[in-house]
């Protein structure tokens, strides 16, 4: 991987000397995680004096998402997909005179955008961060083995385009910076940010049940093999999440006790009382639900992929995502020894301590400095 790919950590005074933005203008979509991501990045931004304003893409927001999006800064929904939800790179066209539209509308002077195609073809004079939280083409590589079909190449190509135009690429770990130079060759500028929670340590008295929480529609969250494996679990599985995407892709469970999509509050209830969380997903360039698993103390079972043991090698068990019964073993071996199922639940909330929100912000914002710091590309060009 390129030395450029590293965490960035304790470098927030590197670019001490130059002021972070005053106003960023930040990409959202309401159907993952990017939402929470942007959510409480912002508002832990608020206090060094840097505003937020949302321009959010795909199925619009619930009431609650837009109370809490106008509380922490501005919202602005556009009539627009995210690459992902479309089948033509036409139906994305206009994205980025919208985004210059809004940047001069609110006087934002940085972009932050949480889809890399989305800076693709942007030549305003102000700086770009692009995040990849995940890609269809590094998704394909990790859940199919195989590269993108014929018809969704476009997304590769934007994703490139998007990658050379932004001041600085920005990947959730080392493990998905190295997926992304697999799939895309070298990224200049790349770098490593981890992402945080800001979900409260719940202790609440552990029950004997097993919880998971995913988007279940997607392939890569691995819910089908999961429901085989809750067939074989000494202790009842609970699920929460969508089953249905919006593409219309569905997942039934047969063997888990579904509740249905919750909000994050009640999740993170139900998450606080289950003595083991299992996450057996195929892709992750993070993985949100480990780490607000592992701050309730919960013992973990996550799927052996690169991503994972990245983040949580000695604080979980794993298991084979391709294999139910992995999963059924590690849940059971869990179950039937407390004295483990409190080491692990020890293990898993000390590592979580690693995941700051502060660090996460600090890194941002020496991010944005960097980002300002770069001569403009249109002026460049010039």
């Not at 305003?124 to 083409?137: D, K, R, W």
């Not at 394909?140 to 969704?152: D, I, N």
């Not at 006790?257 to 999740?267: K, N, P």
Request: glycine share 8%; with cysteine; aromatic share 6%.
């Amino acid at each position: 991987m390129s030395d450029r790919a590293q965490p960035i950590r304790q470098s927030a005074v590197e670019h001490s000397d130059l002021r972070p933005p005053r106003r960023v203008l930040m990409s959202v979509d309401a159907v993952g995680g990017v939402w929470r991501y942007a959510m409480d990045l912002a508002e832990a931004m608020r206090p060094s004096g840097v505003e937020t304003v949302f321009a959010g893409f795909g199925p619009t927001p619930s009431e609650g998402q837009r109370r809490e999006a106008n509380r922490i800064g501005m919202l602005e929904w556009l009539a627009v997909q995210p690459d992902w939800m479309v089948e033509d790179e036409a139906a994305l066209d206009g994205v980025s005179e919208r985004l210059v539209e809004l940047c001069l509308t609110h006087s934002a002077n940085l972009l932050h955008l949480n889809l890399p195609s989305q800076a693709a073809g942007l030549a305003p004079q102000i700086p770009v961060v692009a995040v990849s939280h995940s890609c269809v083409t590094t998704w394909f590589e990790a859940v199919r083995g195989s590269g993108l079909p014929a018809h969704w190449l476009w997304q590769k190509r934007l994703n490139r385009d998007g990658f050379d135009r932004a001041d600085v690429v920005l990947a959730p770990s080392r493990s998905h910076a190295a997926a992304l130079i697999r799939s895309y060759g070298q990224i200049d500028n790349l770098m490593v940010v981890r992402n945080s929670s800001r979900a409260p340590c719940l202790m609440a008295a552990k029950e004997s049940f097993v919880f998971a929480a995913g988007r279940w529609w997607d392939e890569g969250k691995n819910g089908a093999v999961l429901d085989r494996a809750a067939a074989r679990m000494r202790w009842p599985l609970v699920v929460a999440g969508s089953c249905t995407g919006p593409n219309g892709k569905h997942l039934a469970f047969a063997h888990a006790e579904h509740l249905g999509e919750l909000d994050h509050d009640s999740t993170m209830v139900l998450m606080s009382k289950a003595a083991i969380v299992i996450s057996p997903s195929i892709y992750e360039p993070f993985g949100l639900a480990p780490l607000e698993a592992a701050r309730t103390g919960a013992a973990l079972v996550l799927s052996d992929i690169d991503t994972y043991r990245e983040l949580w090698d000695g604080a979980a068990l794993f298991a084979d995502p391709r294999e139910p019964g992995a999963f059924a073993d590690a849940v059971d071996r869990l179950a039937m020894d407390a004295g483990l199922r409190a080491e692990m639940g020890r293990r898993s909330r000390q590592r979580s301590g690693e995941f700051t929100l502060a660090a996460q912000r600090d890194a941002m914002l020496d991010v944005y400095r960097r980002a300002m710091r770069q001569p403009s590309r249109l002026t460049a060009a010039e």
